[in-house]
């Protein structure tokens, strides 16, 4: 069965600074990998998604993610962190015939101090 | 296009009540999701459908949860009688695979309080 960690339960950055948001996944052949975000009281918003080809995947918001089947890892990072990017972050995997549910992280939520 | 349309975005009702949420998936998706997201649980998956049928209804807690597609642009969570318990954030989400899988799109939630 597929299952995503992300080991990170809060994480807080300073504005400006580099950050990276950890994913693990588990799975028996090349995943599709997914990073949503949320704001408060709000839905989930698709950042970048992985299905193939370049391990190096660029977003909305000036986010990318690596992903490297030999650690199956898909972190998120970001150069420079603004105030706005405070929210929770999830990352999910489904199985690449997109025909099954997106299965999610617990979620990092993310904190920016000025 | 508009989204995955959700209603109510709010939801306060009493312990014992029926409660029925709502979604409006993007036009021409063919696969529909229905999530709860506690603090406690995360986000967990209830019951998805593929062409308006019920594939996997395995999340679904228990028999006072139904829900149901009777066509592809609509479908309905019921709680009946609804517990305190209860009380979550209900996203709706469609996807297609048709042409290629993108992702799933989410819906702004349904939050839901029951007291």
Known sequence: A?????????ITVSEGASLELRCNYSYGATPYLFWYVQSPGQGLQLLLKYFSGDTLVQGIKGFEAEFKRSQSSFNLRKP??????????????????GNTPLVFGKGTRLSVIA | DAGVIQSPRHEVTEMGQEV??????????????????????GLELLIYFNNNVPIDDSG?????????????????????????RDSAVYFCASSSA?????GAFFGQGTRLTVV
């Open chain 2, 20 to 41: 029925t949420l709502r979604c409006k998936p993007i036009s021409g998706h063919d696969y529909l999701f229905w999530y709860r997201q506690t603090m406690m649980r």
């Open chain 1, 80 to 97: 420079s962190v603004h105030w706005s990017d405070a929210a929770e972050y999830f990352c999910a995997v489904v199985g690449n015939s």
């Open chain 2, 60 to 84: 679904m807690p228990e028999d006072r949860f139904s829900a149901k597609m009777p066509n592809a642009s609509f479908s309905t969570l019921k709680i009946q009688p609804s517990e305190p």
């Open chain 2, 98 to 102: 048709t042409g290629g899988f993108r």
């Open chain 1, 2 to 10: 597929q299952s995503v960690t992300q080991p990170d339960i809060h």
